[in-house]
């Protein structure tokens, strides 16, 4: 695999084509398969074309887009995978909660919930920056390491019933939940903020190549930090969407969400690898994803048979994302 | 896994490593060592010396059979530079397979055969899908991770769990030599032949090798695709076997069981020197080392009353500095 990527560094100008078109690509295909699942569950069952249906998927989409494009940022810039998302998320609701208990405006309950998200990648950042240690490694031990704290400080929190974040949590907006619509406005702003503002190429080209970046004047460091505290942030405003709506939840709570991310994230076309992708991707890979639930429950499955479907999608999607960059490397 | 972390770093790190003697001291089995003799220490001080009792040793090793056979299998993975998230819901995933074979009435060593082919099959998947595709092995793996442990759930059913007690299998998983429990003593036995493998055998030093540099590996005439498919399905087989067992302990199955396993293990094999994102680096005994210093520290906690969750924060923090220390000794620097 090194040998790929060692061949990566040097992209050619018919590879750089190739990634545009792949992009769009991804996209197509993701397209054409979310379509799929969704006429053939309709087909099976016309029901399925309802409101009810639309909104289920929707509130879905909203926490795991939000995540994903915290997700997208660390992966985009060569920083693999935040793995202490979890933590982040649950430590974030959890201020949401305390602060609207205290009766603040929502707003400052937003700003605070988000610098919270801000301050926990900060901490991370500190780590891997400071001690130049792998993040995959450091937001493993760090989200170990926040969610036992977690555990000893509450064992379940909801927001207040009846106060405005409590409210935003239930509230629908042109037929949609009013938590999905900051979600398509974040990922269409951050998908054009990566691609067409200084900062955000600087972030994809530490991602694509750190040595070239460095040799071109990005300073590592300051990339490291400002990723990781925009990926934080995003993480604190998905616990704004996730502590509005999710009722009451524990430390546990945010687990199964990761692999949906991390998932989306790949399908998306943004790898792992860092250097690539595409954010707008994201709304249909998070779409598709978020699908899944909804369709199986219409087939008479069980919900277990959702998570054999997300990793053998995930699974598939690696492999085809390994194939492309193996030979486009060639 | 090179390509995340390595940049262009000479084979084998910057180890002073031509002399035994300075490596014995100083490697990272050494440091691990000197933990788990803190661990000792410490419940000798905290816990008083019922800590060494075979009682409490017993009650240690129950816990940690699993967690050893299954690390010492996947710790090949580790070295040839492919970690296998896909452990933790292999171990699941195999207790009840293992368990819905004896309730169907099948023999003891059909219901283990059948069950440790079906694991294989899915390492087999991993292996396609990493060696053959060039599929990240993280995100690979932690697919496999998710599906299996759906297929786990469904498997379960309703009641979350399958009830298969077999008299004889409970009777021989739980049975005590010395004084302790047999499988602990052969789950030891399994951690110190892997050892052996790793660092004396030439299979061993082929997989460190692939893992520690794949380019040069193959120019040394080593098939690098042989060597990884080979780890991923030991690495497979060991969670199965962990599986299986698993069932015996317990008398039963749950859809839950092993979930979160891959995180315990991987957190302690690298506090016990091994790394999960560059091949090449660590060792059985290491890895069995830092297992049973993880087992130490959350036994001292029990004894002493303090709350479960500081495990993790303590495992957390040992991870940090033991990653931090391989990284002084010569690792990957980020960045």
Redesign the interface.
Known sequence: ?????AMDRTPSRALLLGVRLHGWGTGLTLLAVWLLLIAATGFYRPDFFTHQTVLAIAFTMSIVGVMAIGQGIVANSGG??DLSQPAGLILSSLVAVRLSETGLPFVLVVVGTVLTGMVWGGVNAT???L????????T??????G???L??VFQLAQVPIGSAIYDFGRANLLGLPAIWWPMLALVLLVGLLMRSTRYGRRITAVGGN??AAAARGIS??KT?FGTFIAAGGFVGFAAILFASSAGPFNPGSANTLQ?NI??AV?LAGIS??GGQGNFWMLLLSVGFLSTIPTSLVFFGL?S????????????????????R??RGAR | ???????KRPAGGGVIAHHPLREMLTGSVASIGFTFIVVIVAGLLLVGPKFVSAGNISIMGAFVIVPLIVGAFSGFALLA?VVDLSIGSMVGISSALFALFITMGWPLWAAGAVTLLICLGFGA?NA???V?????A???T??????????T??LAGNEKAIFAFDMNFFGLVNQSVFGLPLFFLLAILVSLIAALVATKTRVGRHVRAVGG???AAARAGISVKRVRTAALLLSAFGAGIGGIIYEGQLGSAA?ATGFGLE?QVY?AL?IGGYS??RGGVGNPLGGALGLLAVAGVSNILDNTGV?P?????I???L??AA??LD?LRGG????
Not at chain 1, 1 to 5: E, H, I, P
Not at chain 1, 140 to 145: D, G, Q, R
Not at chain 2, 309 to 313: P, Q, R, T
């Open positions: 695999m090194s040998l790929d990527r693999f995978i780590i891997i920056v001690a130049k240690l792998n993040p995959v490694i450091v493993l031990a760090t989200n170990f390491i969610l036992a704290t555990y000893l750190r040595a590592l460091k490291r692999l991390i998932a790949i792992l690898r069980s277990d048979t959702q998570t054999i479907f997300q990793g053998a999608i995930l699974i598939i999607a690696v492999a085809i994302d390994g194939y960059i193996r | 896994m090179t390509d995340i972390a390595a940049d530079g998947i396609v899908a990493i053959g595709f060039g599929a990240d993280i995100a690979a932690l697919g496999m991770l998710t599906a299996l442990r759906g297929i759930w469904v540099d794949e380019l859809g995180f957190a690298m999960i994102l709350s969750y500081f495990v993790n924060i495992v957390g923090l991870l940090l990653v931090l990284r990957d620097a980020f960045e």
